[in-house]
């Protein structure tokens, strides 16, 4: 994962450059593996993607507009969107998909129906049963701890 965010930084970094060296619009768009959506647009993402998908050509520069463009050009943009849309469709479907499965198999673990964390403390009255039962609720706390710990690390890892 900290080599995704890196990666994804570099490319970030590199379409920045080239936005402001070539005074070019850039856009980016990329899933990571857990189904998490990451844009880079210059001037924004929404702004790129919007042009794209209307047909529109780049307000930046001082080429002949639409109009003027020849037809195999166009049709090469046109085939260009149908291929862009349909990985979208694709990518949507592949993360609505991967967050059915992962909720079927979240409904497939096996559930107790008393488990530990739910047990009061103050009502347990056996003080062996009251220490085991701390023993889990610490446990768990450093676990939770070290879970946090790691998350934080690798968002802010350069």
């Not at 570099?10 to 920045?16: E, Q, V």
């Not at 844009?39 to 702004?47: A, L, N």
């Not at 085939?79 to 993360?95: D, H, M, P, V, W």
């Not at 129906?113 to 610490?138: G, H, S």
């Amino acid at each position: 994962m900290v080599t995704f965010y890196r990666r994804k930084q570099k490319i970030y970094t590199k379409l920045s450059k080239l936005s402001l060296l070539c005074g070019v619009d850039v856009g980016f768009l990329v899933y990571s593996n857990s189904g998490i959506t990451y844009t880079f647009g210059s001037p924004s993402f929404k702004v790129v993607a919007k042009r794209f998908l209307n047909c529109e050509g780049s307000s930046s520069t001082s080429l002949p507009q639409q109009p003027n463009i020849d037809v195999q050009h166009q049709k090469k943009m046109e085939e260009l969107y149908k291929l862009y849309n349909n990985i979208l469709q694709k990518a949507n479907a592949e993360k609505h998909k991967g967050m059915v499965m992962a909720k079927a198999e979240a409904e497939a673990l096996p559930v107790e129906k008393n488990p530990w964390w739910r047990v009061d403390p103050p009502t347990v009255k056996d003080k062996e049963v009251l220490k085991q039962l701390m023993e889990k609720y610490e446990d768990l706390y450093e676990k939770l701890c070290g879970e946090v710990v790691a998350k934080n690390q690798i968002e802010n890892a350069p």
